[in-house]
């Protein structure tokens, strides 16, 4: 395939037109603002990646499982570590990204100072070519006016030649010398001028190639260098995800390494409080004193009948009968024991009689007082 250059183009068939050269700079402007749009791109990503490493760096500092131990610990700094070693690995991915784009800056202005020179000299070039193009066509329209009368000088002399007017002839014929030598000037002057603008036409023309070739080479270059800036700049993407992995297989490899039962088992050996749990709450009789085994009892019998002496005389001595007999804590005569008796018997043990079908049984003994009488007690034994 027959490669396609500007200089063949972009050519006008007016002189005076520069309408193929202004596309050129055109794309060519184009062209500039494409690298500059790329470079602030780049700029706009790199400050994007230097505030996500700051925030990922000030995350890395942060208690992350400060309580925790053994390999769990272990593990979880392992995932710090390697997360502040990823946001430094972003911050050195952002100064990369500077250079490319203050790179891609340097090659935006050099080509700009080279176009800058060859549009100074084609703009003189382009003024030059028109002005003396409308000089000429000036010149042109002079020259044809002076043919015009020339020729209509001759056509009267032509038709004055029988006349007897000798005076009158030859002041036609001089008009008519005078415009043969004003033609004859104004076609000189014509042909001068289209002689030097077809000298500024081929200097020009000359020009506008090698204006063609250069701004085609800078646009060459233009695409080539923004082709492989942006794609450095996907493989410095590219390389940061492969950095990344890398550091975050450590933190992997480091997680394979926990051990579930291994830390239970520390934890375990380090905290330990005891292996044995508290024994069970018992139950406490408030009169009998006694605790229920812990398990269930066998069937209980009815304890036996433990015979005591007679009771005392009620009539043998006033004072004692009066005497103040004490059953936990209380003191009774042997009238108000007996009253006592029934009064306990009906309350308390019809209730429980009611609720658990318990036995009562009781017994009496003699016991002496501490101011030397003898008193009588009641012992009352219930079963659940």
């Not at 991915?93 to 050099?110: D, N, P, T």
Request: proline share 4%.
């Amino acid at each position: 395939m027959k490669n396609i250059h500007f200089k063949d183009f972009f050519w006008n068939s007016d002189l005076t037109s520069t309408g193929g050269y202004e596309a050129i700079i055109q794309y060519l402007n184009d062209g500039k603002r494409t690298c500059k749009e790329v470079e602030d791109f780049m700029k706009a990503r790199a400050a994007v990646e230097e505030k996500y490493a700051k925030d990922l760096l000030g995350l890395s500092k942060k208690v992350c499982g400060h309580n925790e131990m053994n390999t769990l610990k272990r593990s979880l700094d392992m995932f710090k570590l390697q997360t502040e070693h990823v946001s430094l690995s972003h911050l050195q991915l952002a100064q990369s990204m500077r250079e490319e784009a203050k790179k891609l800056e340097e090659f935006r202005e050099r080509q700009k100072e080279a176009r800058k020179k060859m549009e100074q000299q084609m703009d003189a070039l382009h003024k030059q070519k028109s002005s003396h193009f409308k000089k000429t066509m000036d010149s042109k329209k002079t020259y044809e006016q002076k043919c015009r009368d020339k020729e209509e000088a001759d056509q009267n002399v032509n038709r004055n030649t029988n006349t007897n007017n000798t005076k009158h002839m030859e002041k036609l014929s001089t008009k008519a010398q005078n415009a043969k030598q004003t033609a004859e000037e104004a076609d000189r002057l014509y042909h001068q001028n289209v002689t030097i603008v077809g000298r500024i036409r081929d200097e020009w023309q000359k020009e506008h190639v090698k204006a063609c070739e250069m701004f085609e080479k800078q646009s060459v270059e233009r695409i080539n260098f923004l082709r492989n800036t942006v794609w450095t700049h996907l493989n410095q993407l590219s390389q940061q995800c492969v950095t990344s992995d890398e550091l975050y297989e450590d933190v992997r490899k480091s997680l394979e390494q926990c051990n579930v039962q291994e830390d239970i088992e520390h934890f375990v050996n380090l905290r330990q409080t005891g292996d044995k749990p508290p024994a069970p709450v018992m139950y406490d009789n408030f009169y009998s004193g006694q605790r229920p085994p812990a398990v269930a009892p066998p069937t209980r019998l009815p304890p036996p009948i433990i015979r005591r002496g007679p009771l005392p005389d009620p009539t043998n001595n006033s004072k004692q009968s009066t005497q103040r007999c004490r059953t936990r804590g209380t003191a009774l005569s042997n009238t108000s024991m007996q009253i006592c008796w029934r009064s306990y018997w009906t309350s308390r043990a019809a209730l429980q009689l009611r609720r658990y079908r318990s036995l009562i049984s009781s017994s009496f003994y003699n016991q002496v007082a501490p101011d030397g009488n003898e008193c009588h007690y009641i012992c009352v034994h219930t079963y659940f």
